[in-house]
T-cell receptor, first 114, second 109 residues
Framework: DAGITQSPRHKVTETGTPVTLRCHQTENHRYMYWYRQDPGHGLRLIHYSYGVKDTDKGEVSDGYSVSRSKTEDFLLTLESATSSQTSVYFC?????????????FGPGTRLTVL | QKEVEQNSGPLSVPEGAIASLNCTYSDRGSQSFFWYRQYSGKSPELIMSIYSNGDKEDGRFTAQLNKASQYVSLLIRDSQPSDSATYLCASEAGNQFYFGTGTSLTVIP
């Protein structure tokens, strides 16, 4: 998985509780991304980061916030989890210093909101 | 909206046959294109990348790109049961990656 870990790998929580997912990379890549994957929707971008403290919204950012205080860590927070946020969450990294660079994915976190 | 469209399938082929997967994209500014393979319960894994018009071959895999038609395809020759997975097409533009919903491929022994 190209030096990317995600924690936790599985989580069950209740509606209304805060949840934080962590992505950690050892590749020193500049770009980090959070996606969610749901049947029939494919991979949808939630937020991404292009450097420490530099983040931007993706296609489905409502209800999510992110932080990146170190190059290697990118945190995704659900401030008040809802059942619609039940999904598989993937972190990805990319260097993009060359036009031929691509993304590499972490192992994923399966989140269930009851 | 930078869309990537794929036939969702499912696509079934017999072992040893050629599997053909297709993808179209809407953003003419996209320069880089990728095919990922995703096994059930696993994360996407890059199998091919292509950046210029024409064919690119890697083992049993051939990616084809036609920028004029905004079309990308993946051919898998001598398909094996281990190729059974969902295949995701993706494009890159503006530091973001755009994914299709995936095509499910089953290779029947």
């Amino acid at each position: 998985d190209a030096g990317i870990t995600q924690s936790p790998r599985h989580k069950v929580t209740e509606t209304g509780t805060p949840v934080t997912l962590r992505c950690h990379q050892t590749e020193n890549h500049r770009y980090m991304y959070w996606y969610r994957q749901d049947p029939g929707h494919g991979l949808r971008l939630i937020h991404y980061s292009y450097g420490v403290k530099d983040t931007d919204k993706g296609e489905v950012s409502d209800g999510y916030s992110v932080s990146r205080s170190k190059t290697e860590d990118f945190l995704l927070t659900l401030e008040s989890a809802t059942s619609s946020q039940t999904s598989v969450y993937f972190c990805a990294i990319s260097d993009l210093r060359k036009s031929t660079d691509t993304q590499y994915f972490g192992p994923g976190t399966r989140l269930t909101v009851l | 909206q930078k869309e990537v469209e794929q036939n969702s399938g499912p696509l079934s082929v017999p072992e040893g046959a050629i599997a053909s997967l297709n993808c179209t994209y809407s953003d003419r500014g996209s320069q880089s294109f990728f095919w990922y393979r995703q096994y059930s319960g696993k994360s996407p894994e890059l199998i091919m990348s292509i950046y210029s018009n024409g064919d690119k071959e890697d083992g049993r895999f051939t990616a084809q790109l036609n920028k004029a038609s905004q079309y990308v395809s993946l051919l898998i020759r001598d398909s094996q049961p281990s190729d059974s997975a969902t295949y995701l097409c993706a494009s890159e533009a503006g530091n973001q990656f755009y994914f299709g919903t995936g095509t499910s491929l089953t290779v029947i022994p």
